[in-house]
């Protein structure tokens, strides 16, 4: 199995409080990605970083923020966060571009509600 | 526009029986990628299988194969002799485009497919 970890698991915070979450791998992969996943949505992609200090916006990045300022850590920020930001949080790994030996990883996944 | 669709939201199959699991996707760039996940009750996502647009044949990996039949944008999943261990939901997903090598994965609702014994 690849080795990615998120933390925390599980958390329950209150509108308007900023809340971080983070990423960590241990395969020295160049990419990394946030995803959320909804009921009816499938998983929709956040932001993804192509190296360090290198990150770019995904199809729903409104309200989030990100920092990558090691190979191995990946965070996802919300400032201030939403009822509406309450979701299933997935990290992904991949070591290049896709092929059928370049496939993306995810983490375990992050249980976040704001209350 | 719905990029990846599929069609079916839920599946319930006898055990040994073999499965089809329909995606269409829509895209105008040549180069593109598509891939199928599982997602067991327990959460996790698990790679199941990798599809090139520039590949010739269809994908395989033991049980399960890609139908790709590429000039109808159609990328199904075919899991053969179904287990038990097979319900769970699953996903279908395209890379389109690339920046600086990053596959941005566009995902489909899914489809739960449940084996009955």
């Known amino acids: 199995d690849a080795g990615i970890t998120q933390s925390p698991r599980h958390k329950v915070t209150e509108t308007g409080t900023p809340v971080t979450l983070r990423c960590h791998q241990t395969?020295?992969?160049?990419?990394m990605y946030w995803y959320r996943q909804d009921p009816g949505h499938g998983l929709r992609l956040i932001h993804y970083s192509y190296g360090v200090k290198d990150t770019d916006k995904g199809e729903v990045s409104d309200g989030y923020s990100v920092s990558r300022s090691k190979t191995e850590d990946f965070l996802l920020t919300l400032e201030s966060a939403t009822s509406s930001q309450t979701s299933v949080y997935f990290c992904a790994i991949s070591a290049g571009a896709a092929s059928r030996d370049n496939e993306q990883f995810f983490g375990p996944g992050t249980r976040l509600t704001v209350l | 526009a719905q990029k990846i669709t599929q069609t079916q939201p839920g599946m319930f199959v006898q055990e040994k029986e073999a499965v089809t699991l329909d995606c269409t996707y829509d895209?105008?760039?040549?180069?593109?990628?598509l891939f199928w996940y599982k997602q067991p009750s327990s959460g996790e996502m698990i790679f199941l299988i990798y599809?090139?647009?520039?590949?010739?044949q269809n994908a395989t990996e033991g049980r399960y194969s890609l139908n790709f039949q590429k000039a109808r944008k159609s990328a199904n999943l075919v899991i053969s002799a179904s287990q038990l261990g097979d319900s769970a939901m699953y996903f279908c997903a395209m890379r389109e485009g690339q920046v600086q090598g990053a596959q941005k994965l566009v995902f489909g609702q899914g489809t739960r497919l449940t084996i009955n014994p």
């Open positions: 395969e020295n992969h160049r990419y």
């Open positions: 599809q090139g647009s520039y590949d010739q």
């Open positions: 895209t105008s760039d040549p180069s593109y990628g």
